[in-house]
Nanobody, 125 residues
Framework: VQLQASGGGLVQAGDSLRLSCAAS????????VGWFRQAPGKEREFVAA????????NYNGSVKGRFTISRDNAKDTVDLQMNSLKPEDTAVYFC???????????????????WGQGTLVTVSS
């Protein structure tokens, strides 16, 4: 199973970015997918997650209303649309996949078996 995160970059506060997580070697529709982030010197933090069939989404309170997670199981991709970016959103963003037979999602990083390599998002003030 391989996950490839992309779409990071350097933007100004208030701008938008769209991150994408592409999967290979897996039936992606059998996995819940989460986005996490880690800023320098800080713990890994949950950002958002989406269930296998996109029937459930959950978000960290700090991004709710600004970020939207979506998925296209036909293309084996999960996207994270990030609007109204703030300097405190600066971090390396990781996507992760959790094999599950349910429609649940998890905000715990240790629930996820597979991880992408991360993409850097830098938001300047």
């Amino acid at each position: 199973v391989q996950l490839q995160a992309s779409g990071g970059g350097l933007v100004q506060a208030g701008d938008s970015l769209r991150l994408s997580c592409a999967a290979s070697g897996v039936t992606f529709s059998s996995y819940a997918v989460g986005w996490f982030r880690q800023a320098p010197g800080k713990e890994r933090e949950f950002v958002a997650a989406i269930s296998r069939a996109a029937t459930r989404r959950n978000y960290n309170g700090s991004v709710k209303g600004r970020f939207t997670i979506s998925r296209d199981n036909a293309k084996d991709t999960v996207d994270l649309q990030m609007n109204s970016l703030k300097p405190e959103d600066t971090a390396v963003y990781f996507c992760a996949a959790d094999w599950t037979v349910t429609g649940a999602t998890s905000s715990r990083w240790d629930s996820y078996e597979y991880w992408g390599q991360g993409t850097l998002v830098t938001v300047s003030s």
